[in-house]
């Protein structure tokens, strides 16, 4: 079993070792200065933040910004930080596709399911009101509720 620093260390290895030709083929940047932080290094936060629980983006870089600054000096703003990951989107799913390959899941005969938290809408409306001719203008959304869970069969 793994503790969190040798957690870290594993997960970079293997999207270091995976994501560093797909940049080489087709770099992301064509111009301008290079990132302080590695796209392999962003893309390592990103799987381990999602891992740990934090699954806004606010909650991971305050997250690594607090207890894994000695590791990650060059991390930089979380404006910057959230705009460098949303940039890879391409380069992750190149990075999934070529992991489901490498470990043979794509010809496994099991069914994959992902599963993602779909955040429910309550009504502001007055308990005792009849109708809601416009349930969403009325409605809030409110996070701490509980969430409905939507699973996907992706085989």
Known sequence: MFDIDEFIIAVFLVVDKYLTPLLQRSPPRRKGAAPALSD???????IVGEFLGHHDDARL???????WHDWFPDLPNRTTFVRQAANLWHYKQLLQQQLLQTLGAAKSDLY???????????????????????????????????PFMVSVDTS
């Open 112 to 146: 994959r399911v992902d599963a993602f938290r779909c955040p429910s809408v309550a009504s502001n409306a007055h308990p005792k009101r009849r109708y809601l001719p416009d349930w969403s203008a009325t409605g809030v959304l409110r996070r701490n509720s509980a």
């Open 61 to 67: 870089w305050r997250y690594f910004y607090h207890h």
């Open 40 to 46: 392999s290094e962003v893309v390592t936060l990103e």
